[in-house]
């Protein structure tokens, strides 16, 4: 709903920062969003799904937080942020290379023990993707404001 104001004379057209509909959406959607991501990150060991499209779903979750105000500006990353973007591949890197020193071939997985390092590797990758594509909203800059730069 946009609000009009009179000032001087002159009519200007205000929005009001995000409010109850956008509350409710969030307090309704991310419960239900992180739900469903943990079952495409499960599901995605015997079917279509799996890590990106888990992290892509988290992402949206952060984005509707950030969009409510519940989530803070993740700028400048600290570093908790860079751990958490490198994350992923650290733990795909570290598992890649234990194995390996432990008499297997790179990426042949113990029998007994493939299901869980998969489902580490992918739970990992998931919470990175999420990260990064969280922090690409989050650190990309504003759209000018009309008139801005548009050479009028």
Do not use: C, N
Request: proline share 8%.
């Amino acid at each position: 709903m946009l609000a009009v104001r009179q000032a001087a004379g002159q009519e200007q057209v205000t929005t009001p920062p995000a409010g109850a509909v956008l509350g409710a959406l969030t307090q309704l959607a991310v419960p239900l969003m992180v739900l469903v991501a943990g079952y495409l990150l499960w599901a995605g060991a015997h079917q279509p799904g799996g890590a990106f499209q888990a992290g892509a779903l988290l992402a949206a979750a952060g984005v509707l937080l950030r969009l409510s105000g519940r989530l803070p500006a993740l700028l400048p990353p600290g570093f908790g942020v860079r751990a958490g973007l490198l994350l992923g591949f650290a733990v795909f890197l570290a598992i890649a290379l234990g194995v390996t020193t432990g008499g297997h071939e790179l990426l042949a997985y113990p029998p007994q023990q493939a299901g869980g390092l998969i489902l580490l590797i992918e739970a990992s990758l998931t919470l990175s993707i999420a990260l990064i594509l969280v922090s690409l909203f989050v650190g990309a800059p504003s759209p000018p404001e009309h008139g801005e730069g548009s050479g009028e």
